[in-house]
């Protein structure tokens, strides 16, 4: 299923990068960072591939550069980080209050993630950040537990930024070996997967033997 991801992925990003750039990396990171899986293991290293390649871009017509390949992930990162915050702020919230126990989610769990995000949202958010699989998805519990605005703002973009620089500065030492760095994450993405899934599965259980 990754394989068949990466083949849709990788042409979809080719074609943003050629026709917008800069502008491309903004609006892929948005996707991917709006719980849309485009993995940013492909988005990041991409725009790197591209510094090192000199290739130009098309906005600025001068060549790609790391900064503005950094600049551009962070603000899209920033940006589809705050709509899936608004998701769970403004509708998710009033879904889980009034249906969340169809699902086994309690008025106790979210007054518990209230108390969570209020204590340790800022370090959850930024570690967050730097984790494959939970970095996209943080934002929407963040806006259930109603953590304030500028507090996640502030720690999403301090998160994404070593994030961001990391896999772009891959990109461009690995060359037009940077899908390799796809792979080599790979099980770092089996990992944090299968720590969820533990989640998941001991949340439901402790729910069920509690009724």
Request: hydrophobic content about 55%; charged content about 15%; aromatic content about 12%.
């Amino acid at each position: 299923m990754i394989d068949a991801l990466d083949q849709f992925v990788l042409p979809f990003i080719d074609s943003l990068y050629g026709a917008f750039g800069y502008l491309g990396v903004v609006i892929a990171m948005s996707i991917e960072s709006a719980a849309i899986p485009i993995p940013s293991e492909l988005i990041l290293p991409f725009a790197g591939w591209s510094v090192s390649r000199g290739v130009v871009e098309p906005l600025t017509g001068a060549p790609w550069t790391y900064w503005g390949a950094v600049l551009a992930g962070v603000v899209g990162n920033t940006a589809g980080s705050l709509v899936s915050y608004a998701v769970g702020a403004l509708g998710g919230r009033p879904l889980l209050e009034r249906y969340g126990r169809y699902v086994l989610i309690s008025a106790h769990d979210l007054e518990t993630a209230d108390r969570w995000f209020a204590r340790w949202g800022d370090l959850t958010v930024l570690f967050s950040r730097m984790l494959p699989i939970v970095r996209t998805f943080i934002s929407v519990p963040a806006g259930l537990a109603r953590m304030p605005l500028w507090r996640f703002t502030l720690f999403s973009i301090v998160g994404a930024v070593p994030w961001v620089m990391l896999l772009v500065w891959a990109g461009m030492l690995l060359g037009d070996n940077w899908q390799d760095l796809k792979h080599q994450l790979r099980g770092l993405d089996y990992v944090v997967a299968g720590i969820i899934l533990l989640g998941v599965v001991l949340f439901i259980w402790r729910h069920v033997r509690s009724r």
